[in-house]
Structures are given as structure tokens and as C-alpha cells.
């Protein structure tokens, strides 16, 4: 999409980076190496937590969830389990957001980026209230956009990827932010492949009508719906590992903030 210089573009503010992803896409990995970017290209990061249960984060958070709510201590105090008490410290969190936003906000004219790590289960982020509320919380502040962490070497077969499509397309449909598609792990398996089914739909279709044990109906249905989700979406190949597509990562970022300041 063209750049505009509308007076909304011009205002300076950092967009934020939500970073969500499958358990060992490389989430965590992948911020790191998106921190250690930052600093080596003087890109003005600014680094949240959001993960309760992280032992050893393996970079530097501006603001730690960790620092505020104690994980260990909330599962004995409700009586809960691991994932109780990770969605619980999320909701505690979330009472506290605009707290956070104030924060970032008073910084605001010294930064560029503002990544934020989110709890390794996917779903206590995406399919929580506490999760809609700070995603909401920071978008109707700052230009927001979602990044989706796919593991590339995991979704080479065709219905893997419909799946974990289906999962993205299910989060865009519920932020209505605009979403990136990180295709992690391109030192192990190039995206190319992926790249391909999502602009032409028929051979995504081909692809998936291989497999003859999935119902053709209902994949050709899936195929078309998807082939709507692909003209929303951005996508960029990295390699946490090797660092490869992180200037690409970052170029992506900013068209996605060219998109929320013509749309939201
Ligand atoms: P959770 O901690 O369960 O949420 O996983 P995560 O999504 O944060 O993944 P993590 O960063 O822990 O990475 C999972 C595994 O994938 C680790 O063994 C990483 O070394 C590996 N990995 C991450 N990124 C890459 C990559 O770009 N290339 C390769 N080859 N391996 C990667």
C-alpha cells in the first residue's frame, strides 16, 4: 500500500510488537534475537514480558510480569494447576494494564518498536479475557500489530498448514489488528513453499485434495476462506538461529503500522 503523510501518520509513537506463537515455534528464541537486532541497528526497542512461568528469559524486559505477580505463588494461593495459574497472573496483570500503558506512553517519543512476549501456551493469551484486554489496551493507544509465529519445518504438509492457518486467520478475525506471519526456523526449511500456496490458491488446493483421507468439501471450503484470509496478511521468512530476515522482519512492521494508522 502507498505511504500516506496524513496528519494521524506523522505522529510519532512507537508501534507495538505482539509476539504470539505454537509452544516451540520459537517464540522466545525469536525475540531474542529481535532484542539483540535492536541494539546492533540503534532501532529504539522497548521489551515486555508477559510470560508468568519463563524461568530464564534469555534477554533484557523493560517490564516483567515476573517482577509484579508471582506465578508459583498464585497457583498455592488459588489451589491451581500450571495453566491456572498462568491465565490467573495474566488477569491480575491485565487489572494493572493501563498502569503499563502509562508507562510506555511516558516513553513513547524515544522509542520505535515495543515487543512483547506472550505466555508460551498460545491459548492463555488469545483465547483469555485478560489477553483481549491488554491487546485492546495497547491498540487503542498505539498502532498495534500481532505476529504469528509459524515453526516452517512443522507446517510443510499441507493440511498442517490449514490448521495452523485456520488458528491465525482465527486470531485476526478476533484482534481485527493487522497480523504478520513470521515463518521461523528458514535456516532448517525455506518458506518459499509457503509463500507459494498462500498467493496461488489453486495449488494450495491441489496440494491439500492430495490427501485423500480428509473430506474434499470441506477443504476446498477451508481453501476458500483461507484464500480471503492470505489478501490481509503480511508474512516474512527469519531464522531466529541465524538471525536471516530481521531488517525484512522490521520493514513488515512498518508496513503493518502504514495499515492500522489507514484502518483503525
Ligand atoms: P515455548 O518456550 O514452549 O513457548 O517455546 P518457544 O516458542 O518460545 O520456542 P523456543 O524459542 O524455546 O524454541 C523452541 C526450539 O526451537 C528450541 O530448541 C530452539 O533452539 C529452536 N529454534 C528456535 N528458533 C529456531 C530457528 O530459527 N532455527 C532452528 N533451527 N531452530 C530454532
Known amino acids: 500500500k502507498p505511504s500516506t503523510s496524513s496528519p494521524t501518520t506523522d505522529v510519532k509513537k512507537p508501534i507495538i510488537v505482539i509476539v504470539i506463537g505454537m509452544a516451540g515455534s520459537g517464540k522466545t528464541t525469536l525475540m531474542h534475537r529481535l532484542v539483540a537486532h535492536c541494539h546492533e541497528t540503534g532501532k529504539r526497542g522497548y521489551v515486555l514480558n508477559l510470560d508468568p512461568a519463563v524461568t530464564n528469559l534469555p534477554y533484557g524486559a523493560n517490564i516483567d510480569i515476573r517482577d509484579t505477580v508471582k506465578y508459583k505463588n498464585v497457583m498455592k494461593e488459588y489451589g491451581l494447576g500450571p495453566n491456572g495459574g498462568i491465565l490467573t497472573s495474566l488477569n491480575l496483570f491485565a487489572t494493572k494494564f493501563d498502569e503499563v500503558v502509562g508507562l510506555v506512553e511516558k516513553r513513547a517519543s524515544e522509542l520505535d518498536y515495543v515487543l512483547v512476549d506472550t505466555p508460551g501456551q498460545i491459548e492463555i493469551f488469545t483465547w483469555s479475557a485478560s489477553g483481549a484486554i491488554i491487546t485492546e489496551a495497547f491498540a487503542s493507544t498505539f498502532p498495534t500489530v500481532v505476529t504469528y509465529v509459524v515453526d516452517t519445518p512443522r507446517s510443510t504438509s499441507p493440511v498442517t498448514f490449514m490448521s495452523n492457518m485456520l488458528y491465525a486467520c482465527g486470531i485476526l478475525y478476533k484482534?481485527?489488528?493487522?497480523?504478520?506471519?513470521?515463518?521461523?526456523?528458514?535456516?532448517?526449511?525455506?518458506?518459499?513453499?509457503?509463500?507459494?500456496?498462500?498467493?496461488?490458491?489453486?495449488?494450495?488446493?491441489?496440494?491439500?485434495?492430495?490427501?485423500?483421507?480428509?473430506?474434499?468439501?470441506?477443504?476446498?471450503?477451508?481453501?476458500?476462506?483461507?484464500?480471503?484470509f492470505y489478501q490481509n496478511l503480511h508474512n516474512v521468512g527469519v531464522s531466529a538461529v541465524t538471525g536471516a530476515g530481521m531488517e525484512k522482519f522490521f520493514q513488515t512492521v512498518d508496513a503493518c503500522r502504514v495499515e492500522y494508522m489507514e484502518n483503525y
Not at 179 to 206: G, R, S, Y
Not at 215 to 225: I, Q
Open 175 to 228: 484482534t481485527r489488528l493487522p497480523l504478520m506471519l513470521a515463518f521461523n526456523k528458514t535456516d532448517v526449511t525455506q518458506h518459499e513453499f509457503a509463500v507459494e500456496w498462500m498467493e496461488d490458491f489453486e495449488k494450495f488446493q491441489d496440494a491439500v485434495e492430495c490427501d485423500k483421507s480428509y473430506n474434499a468439501n470441506l477443504s476446498r471450503s477451508l481453501c476458500l476462506v483461507l484464500d480471503e
